[in-house]
């Protein structure tokens, strides 16, 4: 099996920063991709950033600019610096892993438990 583990979330004001952290572990021969989505009550699950395993990102338009995504191949981890953080952000993000576990194995995602993120004063 293949687990995420995220850490970092919590209540913040509006202009403030965190940092999001998500670690894979179990059985992983590859990562292709790894990222993070959101969702805020009431609202569909939305693309928040994604990392290759190159390095290249893509980030949705709300948080581009203040949002920063990184990942530690070494090490099976990514995160999430997010900055100049709004009311709007607050929203549960859930970390995402696209996951070979074998190497004759197809790719599959995998997902984190979430962890809380909330901006209000």
């Known amino acids: 099996q293949v687990q995420l583990v995220e850490s970092g979330g919590g209540l913040v004001q509006p202009g403030g920063s965190l940092r999001l952290s998500c670690a894979a572990s179990g059985s992983i021969f590859s990562i292709a991709a790894m990222g993070w989505y959101r969702q805020a009550p009431g609202k569909q699950r939305e693309l928040v950033a994604t990392i290759l395993s190159g390095g290249s990102t893509n980030y949705a338009d709300s948080v581009k600019a203040r949002f920063a995504i990184s990942r530690d191949n070494a090490k099976n981890t990514v995160y999430l610096q997010m900055n100049s953080l709004k009311p709007e952000d607050t929203a549960i993000y859930y970390c995402?892993?696209?996951?070979?576990?074998?190497?004759?194995?197809?790719?599959?995602?995998?997902w984190g438990q979430g962890t809380q993120v909330t901006v209000s004063s």
């Open positions: 995402y892993a696209h996951v070979r576990r074998h190497a004759s194995d197809y790719y599959g995602n995998y």
